[in-house]
Every structure is written in structure tokens, then in C-alpha cells.
């Protein structure tokens, strides 16, 4: 969403909800296809990593980028993990980067209500923004989600050096 990734948290959703269970899939499904490319892309940079290193690394759990990033920190090719996550090598838009399966925020929100479900931001603050400004909804524009307090969307402003000040700590939608 503008370059601002979310996490959206749902909870009590329908789990066997024929449209939501194949989001989820395409999410889950993914992780392993895009770290065995983000490998491929390391060693066509001459990077002597392996998947097997990468699994290794990931263990029973989820097997993503932080993974690939231990396993450049464990070869030498970076000091710690914080500097695999560069242009250089994995951050967005990287050498070595390949994005993912995303599901846009409000068709996520629509797919987890029609499941039964609720959602919550899991922390809404766009850090990894310059700056942010808050604006109300316009009177009159569709309401993509409900929430008990007033809706509010983010956009992204180039103000250095400064937060968003005064943003909320949850939005529950």
C-alpha cells in the first residue's frame, strides 16, 4: 500500500472459507519459492550459499529472508543480519530481493469479514516512511472497514528526521 508494508492481524475467521483459505495458501505456498529464488539470485552474484544452508537456518519454522540473511552472515559476505538487508543484497527492490505474494489491505479486510472475521493493524505506524500525515475519511467515500473509533488512512509526506506524531497504537477494523 504506497510503498507501506501492513500487517493485518484476523481473528475468529471461518478457516475453511473457500475464498480466504486460498489467500492464505498463495501466502503460505510462496515462502519457500521466493527464498530457494532470492538463493538462485545470491549464487549468480557469486555467493556460495545453498538452500540446504537456508533450510538448515529455518528449521521447522517458516522459511524466509531473515533466513537468507543468516546464511550471508554465517559465509562472511555481511557483518550480522541488519546488513544483508541493504540494496546491495536482500532489502526491497535488492540485488538479490524477489518479492512476494501481497494481498491488497482492504481486499484482505473484505475476505476476512466474509469469513466471519475481524481484523486489527498489527502496528499501523508507517516507520519505514519519512513522515506521515493523518487525514479523515472523506465524507462520503466507501468505508473499507469498520472500527469503534473514527477511520483514519495514512499517507506517506517527505518531512526528515520526524515520526507520526500523534498516531494511534491500534486500528481495529
Avoid: N
Avoid at 538448515?56 to 543468516?70: K, M, T
Avoid at 512476494?100 to 482492504?106: F, G, I, S
Avoid at 477511520?151 to 477494523?173: E, L, Q
Amino acid at each position: 500500500m504506497d510503498g507501506i508494508s501492513l500487517h493485518l492481524l484476523a481473528y475468529l475467521f471461518d478457516p475453511e472459507e473457500p475464498a480466504l483459505l486460498t489467500e492464505r495458501e498463495l501466502v503460505r505456498d510462496d515462502r519457500v519459492p521466493r527464498a530457494r529464488a532470492m538463493v538462485g539470485k545470491l549464487r549468480e552474484l557469486g555467493v556460495p550459499v545453498t538452500w540446504e544452508q537456508v533450510a538448515r537456518i529455518a528449521g521447522d519454522g517458516s522459511v524466509g529472508r531473515p533466513h537468507v540473511a543468516e546464511a550471508l552472515v554465517e559465509l562472511g559476505v555481511v557483518p550480522d543480519v541488519s546488513g544483508a538487508f541493504t540494496p546491495e543484497w536482500l532489502a526491497d527492490g535488492g540485488r538479490a530481493h524477489v518479492g512476494k505474494h501481497e494481498l491488497d489491505p482492504v481486499e484482505a479486510i473484505r475476505l476476512v469479514k466474509a469469513a466471519g472475521g475481524v481484523t486489527v493493524f498489527a502496528h499501523p505506524s508507517p516507520s519505514s516512511a519519512a513522515g506521515c500525515s493523518r487525514r479523515p475519511r472523506s465524507p462520503g467515500s466507501p468505508r473499507p472497514v469498520s472500527t469503534a473509533s473514527r477511520w483514519t488512512t495514512w499517507t506517506t509526506t517527505r518531512r526528515p528526521g520526524r515520526g507520526c506524531a500523534g498516531s494511534p497504537r491500534s486500528w481495529a477494523c
